[in-house]
C-alpha cells in the first residue's frame, strides 16, 4: 500500500510558475512508476506526465511538453511536478499516481495509488 499526498497548488497568473509535489509513504517508492493527471471541471482526467522508476524516463501530454518537467527524489520518496509557462488551459486539479506495472505509462486505469488531488488555477 502507497499513500500519497499532493501539495503546491493555487493561484498563479497566466506565464507563471507554479511546483507541485507529492510526497509517498509506505511501500517502496523507488519501485513504482510515478504520474501526474489533471481534471478540469466537467472533463475527463487526463495524462499530464510521468516518470519511470528504473531508469528515470520520462513522458509528457503533447499540452505540456516543453513547460513542464517531472522529476523524482527517492531519497525523500516525492515526485515533482515544475510547472512554467502556465496557461489558463492548465486549470484543473492536479492528482499523482503510483503504478505498479513495469512499464511506463500514460493510462490511468493502470495506476494503483491516488493522491486527493491539488487544485491548480491560472487566471488570465
Known amino acids: 500500500q502507497v499513500q500519497l499526498v499532493e501539495s503546491g497548488g493555487g493561484l498563479v497568473q497566466a506565464g507563471g510558475s507554479l511546483r507541485l509535489s507529492c510526497a509517498a509513504s509506505?511501500?517502496?517508492?523507488?519501485?513504482?512508476?510515478m504520474g501526474w493527471f489533471r481534471q478540469a471541471p466537467g472533463k475527463e482526467r487526463e495524462f499530464v506526465a510521468a516518470?519511470?522508476?528504473?531508469?528515470?524516463?520520462?513522458t509528457y501530454a503533447d499540452s505540456v511538453k516543453g513547460r513542464f518537467t517531472i522529476s523524482r527524489d527517492n531519497a525523500k520518496n516525492t515526485v515533482y511536478l515544475q510547472m512554467n509557462s502556465l496557461k489558463p488551459e492548465d486549470t484543473a486539479v492536479y492528482y499523482c499516481?503510483?503504478?505498479?506495472?513495469?512499464?511506463?505509462?500514460?493510462?490511468?486505469?493502470?495506476?494503483?495509488?491516488w493522491g486527493q488531488g491539488t487544485q491548480v488555477t491560472v487566471s488570465s
Open positions: 516518470i519511470g522508476w528504473r531508469d528515470g524516463h520520462t
Open positions: 499516481a503510483a503504478a505498479e506495472i513495469s512499464f511506463l505509462t500514460t493510462l490511468p486505469w493502470e495506476y494503483n495509488y
Open positions: 509506505g511501500r517502496t517508492f523507488s519501485s513504482y512508476n
